[in-house]
């Protein structure tokens, strides 16, 4: 079933090219359907060889391109001295000087539904070049190592494009004499690869704001959007200036242009795009107010913000040698989000939530068919490595490094790494180099995390022996198969813990019995509460202790690993209680959830009635209660390990609907236990009236949604509607937020009056599509096989359309990720509704096509019914003609 054209492309072929392009003059005549794009050229042979009679061909990169003209130092090519084709374009035999190839090609904005290169969207000219985008626009080392200034002029009638932007600072602007059209030239002194060249032309609003750096250089910042939307981007301006406040205190690193905007656009593949000086985003991430946006989304903005803004340093300034390095910028980019949003709001809560969400999209990633390591080395399709993996698991290596060096260590690596490859395309091993230079530290067996796939298991046992005083750890590790089928070594994972002593102090210890492998670096981070496990196996014997401890061990969530400790459900409960780690307090609650959904689960399976221990019941009440963490916390302790995350446990012939019953069950039974204790200890913390989105306000409403759950939970185990406060609370709320969470309990919980309420928030919203967005993902969720109907009629809805990546996501892959009952419905409808979707929309957009495709990555997991069903509607879809790559690479992996 392998197909050709795609070929595989490996990191190991990888060499420089031939030429350098050091400058690059754009010139866009901007029409909608057949714009002029002509590119300058400054080229030369990187190194010319005397012995070389001939200079080898220059082969440049297209894609579906239609060539007008092309020149050389001015002169016109006969047509025998190159060839191009729509993806290629070849100068035969280029000069021996330096030489200026001038190419002349048009390109069709309004009718790109592809949405990469130039494209039109609502009327405004944007581009998407990452990662093979500029290749749409005109010929070109199509490359991240490939450096070079660029001057952009566009021009286009002043009537509909009143505003033109591109990267760098405007130099010039003015009237087309004899027209109505006028131009701009924008100038970006930092040579760049091609995929941060940016673009846009149109009728926008904007805001304005100034920011002076640590050094003093005022930079004008802009954020453009539809008009009227003006209001929405004030948030977003803020979380500007935050990000680049504490880029320049955390990291050293200013802003650098004079310049700096940031484009809202209502059509966009993913969340945004770090161009030099002009970041694209996906519109979500950008307007946010009290009526049109929740909590969650002050949150997202703040942190997509951040981190296109962060990418200035680590992406811009110092980019990717080649794509298989892409974790290099995403990955400690995403880890330096996650930083800022951890200073601005509450760290163990946004730890807590990456967890969440590690689990959920990463974990799974890394168990399936799409495994691939975080610094892969080969792929087929690159827009299928913008990945969990390659971001959030990027992310932990970063965090682990951290861990392992220490905040002295890890931040004399980052400014070298700054000082050193600034202005340069490098690679991982660049960017460990510089770590181990700073810090003396052999960094080998760290870096295997970026080039070996799976989620590692690492087991602790324990033992206490009162006499001697000594408590016993047994460590292993254990790592998965994975796609590539390769040997795996033993990694080095980093361990925070603590022994935990009867009070829930940390006891200390005199002395540790290790192993020799263990060396200075492991016996000195034991002095910081760091296991460094680095064999497969490992015993440690702590003298000294006191008194008997539980281990606490993996405390913040140290290392991505999969933690299995023969803790019983006594230590939990003590840890849950005890643990000074907020995270392992959340995390042993978590365990002893699972534990229960997990038994429950077989017995139900196995046609029996699922029990739970009552002092589960009691210790998330207590948790709701603890005035010790703040709300946002306890909201996140009272949430159940989600469906997902129960079936990756289950890992085989899992039945879907059980989970969901299960799951319910447990909810039900902690309601019963304990929905008033939970429900009177929120509303001793209300948020305040008036709407604010901060952090603690956001927490207090988690924490009374989390509260009405267990209420309606409670109340459906005893047969009643508990839902007269939910749908007071709909009709009254004064925020998207509130109004929101309302009509989710209302829908998936299925009480009276959530039709109506459906209805209602249509009316409220029919002008705004980023909130009707939520209304579709609301009704995509609700549990049961007959959503597949709602879904499709949706499909119908005059707001929804398949040509906005917004709108697909909303309905369609939230149904195919976030809806395990209906998207797995026994008779694989699900999978077919899904499979033609994924076939439909590759004809316009195969790169939301294949993000859709991803949905059926862990159907192997399914029971035999299921998984048949699964694999047929696969097989069909592979079976049909013109699958992009970007779809067919998605199917043929995933079924191996
Ligand atoms: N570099 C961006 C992600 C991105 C990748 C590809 C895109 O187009 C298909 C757009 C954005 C980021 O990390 O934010
Ligand atoms: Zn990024």
Not at 253 to 265: G, K, M, S, T, W
Not at 525 to 540: F, T, V
Not at 596 to 625: H, K, M, V
Not at 642 to 652: D, F
Request: charged share 25%.
């Amino acid at each position: 079933m392998q197909r050709e054209g795609a070929a595989v492309v490996r990191l190991e072929d990888y060499r420089p090219t031939d030429y350098a392009i050091d400058t690059v003059d754009l010139d866009f005549r901007l029409d909608p359907t057949a714009t002029q794009v002509t590119a300058s050229l400054a080229v030369r042979r990187r190194e010319p060889s005397p012995t070389q009679a001939e200079n080898p061909p220059l082969i440049l990169d297209g894609d579906g391109l239609k060539l007008k003209q092309v020149f050389v130092d001015g002169r016109t090519l006969s047509a025998d001295e190159y060839e191009a084709t729509p993806n290629r374009f070849t100068l035969h035999t280029p000069p021996h000087e330096p030489f200026t190839l001038k190419i002349v090609t048009e390109i069709d904005p309004e009718n790109n539904t592809a949405l990469m290169g130039l494209y039109r969207s609502s009327g405004v000219y944007t581009t998407q070049c990452e990662a093979e985008g500029f290749r749409r626009i005109t010929y070109f080392y199509d490359r991240p190592d490939v450096l070079a200034v660029y001057t952009v002029r566009m021009e286009a009638p002043r009537a509909g494009t009143p505003v033109m932007l591109s990267n760098g600072n405007l130099i010039q602007s003015g009237p087309v004499d004899g027209s109505d059209r006028h131009y701009a030239v924008w100038h970006d002194p930092f040579p760049k690869p091609s995929y941060l060249f940016a673009l846009v032309a149109g009728d926008l609003g904007s805001i304005h704001d100034e920011f002076v750096t640590a050094s003093g250089r005022r930079v004008r910042l802009g954020i453009f959007c539809e008009h009227g939307k003006e209001e929405r981007c004030r948030y977003a301006m803020d979380a500007l200036k935050r990000s680049m406040r504490w880029d320049e205190e955390v990291f050293g690193r200013e802003y650098d242009l004079d310049v700096f905007n940031i484009v809202a656009v209502s059509d966009f593949n993913m969340g945004a795009m770090e161009n030099k000086g002009l970041n694209v985003f996906n519109d979500k991430y950008v307007l946010v107010d009290a009526e049109t946006g929740t909590d969650m989304d002050y949150a997202h903005v703040e942190g997509v913000i951040a981190h296109e803004y962060f990418h200035n340093w680590t992406g811009d300034r110092i980019t990717c040698r080649d794509w298989f390095q892409l974790c290099l910028k995403e990955g400690l980019t995403v880890f330096r989000d996650q930083e800022f949003s951890s200073d601005m709001r509450s760290r163990p809560v946004k730890r807590i939530s990456d967890v969440i969400g590690l689990r959920q999209a990463q974990f799974p990633e890394d168990a399936g068919p799409l495994a691939h390591p975080v610094r892969p080395t080969a792929y087929r399709e690159i827009n299928n490595f913008y990945t969990a993996t390659v971001y959030e698991k990027g992310a932990e290596i970063c965090r682990m490094l951290k861990l392992v060096l220490g905040d002295e260590g890890f931040r004399a690596g980052m400014d070298l790494y700054f000082e050193r490859h600034d202005g340069g395309a490098v690679t991982i091993e660049d960017f460990i180099e510089c770590f181990a230079e700073a810090t003396g530290r052999d960094l080998t067996q760290f870096s295997l995390w970026y080039h070996q796939a799976g989620t590692p298991k690492v087991t602790l046992s324990h033992t206490y022996d009162e006499k001697a005083e000594t408590l016993s750890l047994s460590l292993a590790q254990e790592l998965p198969r994975t796609p590539d089928n390769k040997p795996k070594e033993p990694q080095l994972i980093p361990l925070s813990f603590g022994l935990v002593g009867p009070d829930g102090q940390d006891l200390s210890w005199e002395d540790v019995d290790g192993p020799a492998a263990l060396g200075e670096a492991g016996k000195d981070a034991l002095g910081r509460g760091l296991i460094l496990l680095s064999d497969k196996e490992m015993n440690l014997t702590f003298r000294g202790v006191r008194a008997e401890a539980v281990p606490s061990v993996l405390r913040g969530f140290s290392a991505p690993v999969h933690l299995e400790a023969d803790l019983t459900d006594d230590d939990l409960f003590f840890l849950a209680r005890q643990d000074t780690d907020a995270f392992n307090r959340w995390e042993a609650l978590q365990s002893l959830a699972r534990r229960a959904i997990l038994s429950g689960y077989q017995t139900l399976a196995s046609g029996g009635a699922a029990s739970f221990d009552p002092r589960l019941a009691a210790a998330f009440a207590e948790l709701a209660e603890n005035t010790d963490f703040d709300p946002a916390f306890r909201a996140l302790a009272l949430a159940l390990p989600s469906e997902n995350e129960i079936a990756q446990l289950i890992a085989k012939d899992v039945d879907p609907d059980i989970v969901y019953e299960t799951r319910q069950a447990l909810a039900g039974f902690i309601g019963e236990k304990s929905a008033e204790r939970i429900v009177e200890a929120a509303k001793r913390e209300p948020a305040m009236p008036a709407y604010s989105p901060d952090a603690d306000n956001a927490g207090r409403r988690a924490l009374t949604f989390a509260a009405w759950r267990y209420q309606i939970a409670a109340g459906k185990a005893r047969g009643q509607d508990e839902g007269t406060q939910v749908r007071r609370s709909f009709e009254t709320a004064t925020n998207l937020t509130e109004r929101l969470a309302a009509l989710r309990l209302l829908v998936h919980e299925n009480l009276t009056g959530s039709s109506a309420a459906l209805d209602a928030f249509f009316e409220r919203y029919s002008d705004n599509p980023l909130v009707l967005d939520k209304w579709f993902a609301v009704q995509a969720m609700q549990p049961g096989h007959e959503t597949l109907k709602k879904v499709e009629a949706l499909t119908q809805n005059p707001a929804f359309s398949w040509k906005t990546p917004n709108r697909v996501y909303s309905l369609v892959r939230t149904f195919g990720a976030g809806n395990p009952t209906a998207f797995n419905r026994p008779d694989g409808a699900g999978y077919h509704f899904l499979a033609n979707a994924i076939a439909d929309l590759d004809k316009s957009n195969p790169s939301v096509a294949s993000r859709l495709a991803t949905c059926f990555r862990s159907y192997r997991l399914l029971e035999p019914g299921r998984r048949t069903h699964a694999e047929a509607a696969l097989r069909a879809l592979a079976d049909r003609p013109d699958l992009s790559t970007d779809v067919a690479d998605i199917v043929i992996r995933t079924l191996g």
